[in-house]
């Protein structure tokens, strides 16, 4: 039987640019674990992954991860406190009216209860991570392209007036 996963656990995930971790901060229901991806490839594991875990996130992101974990597809290779900076829920914006070229007309902002119409984005609100449940591939392909919410193409296609 797999590891029943917890916050705090630190799972390893194999990238053609070498190892890169992630750290599950916290869990909404509706939406599973949400994960941290932390920076850095590494050749090995690094000795001490909870220094690691003190540092910035590239993005965050939600994640079926205790399928990913039962099916072996990711395992758990630490378990390091969540970080002060890490333990409140972080504000999300959502995509509203896409068009069929891909282009957001209506951003909005969720909190984890409550979410409420922006329209376009600010600078600031560029940065804020976007609500989305993704797969294992594409979390691979997004860290391994060094995406972030500010260079994710529906937000390049909000911000040009095509």
């Known amino acids: 039987m797999a590891k029943r996963i917890r916050p705090g656990d630190v799972i390893e995930i194999p990238t053609s640019r070498g190892l890169c971790y992630a750290h599950y901060s916290l869990k909404k229901n509706q939406w599973g674990a949400l994960l941290r991806i932390l920076p ?18 590239k993005f965050v992101t939600f994640f079926p991860l205790q399928a990913a974990v039962n099916r072996k597809i990711f395992e758990v290779v630490e378990f390091c406190e969540v970080p002060e ?3 409140d ?22 909190d984890g209860e409550r ?19 993704i797969n294992d591939t594409l ?15 529906r937000t390049l296609r ?3 007036n095509k």
């Open 115 to 133: 979410e409420w119409r922006i329209g376009t984005l600010t600078s600031e609100q560029l940065k804020l991570p976007i609500r989305s449940v």
């Open 158 to 160: 909000s911000m040009t």
């Open 85 to 87: 900076s890490a333990r």
């Open 40 to 57: 850095g490839f590494f050749a090995q594991r690094p000795k001490n992954i909870c220094a690691l875990v003190k540092e910035k996130e």
């Open 139 to 153: 979390l691979i392909e997004e860290i391994e392209g060094d995406w972030t919410p500010e260079t994710d193409p």
């Open 89 to 110: 829920f972080p504000l999300f914006r959502a995509a509203g009216y896409v068009d069929r070229d891909g282009k957001v007309h209506d951003w909005w902002l969720w």
